[in-house]
């Protein structure tokens, strides 16, 4: 079968160039139909809570701020998993959702007193910011 072809196109070198001409022509069609986005948005199921504590101590910030957060946290429903960083004047808490929760619900389940800053990140590398 693939000899016929061949030997045809040997042939009649003009159906070559119309089968190489069609492919790179439709090609181009698709290729300007399709759909593309470079930071297609993705809903990410993590919040990041990071907290400024100046002049304080990674144990200060610990006990002082991320303890109390985390403590606060803990009564949320579709919550996964809960992780904390304690530096020097500094302190984050990354809280994982399950996979599918609506995350503006999660964090609409619960109100931090004080000034926390609420990011939630998403895969494309923008983010949008709440303040809570």
Known sequence: MMR????FLVKHP???NVILYGTIGFGLISLFQM???FFPEIQSGI???QVAFPGASPQ???EGVILKIEENLEGIEDIERITSVS???FGTVNVEAVYGVNIDRVLADRRFGGQH???RQNHSHTSSQDQL
């Open 4 to 7: 016929k072809v061949l030997s």
């Open 14 to 16: 003009i159906w070559s």
């Open 35 to 37: 759909r593309y986005s």
């Open 47 to 49: 919040i990041t809570i």
């Open 60 to 62: 200060e910030v610990e």
């Open 87 to 89: 530096r020097e004047n």
């Open 117 to 119: 800053q609420i990011t």
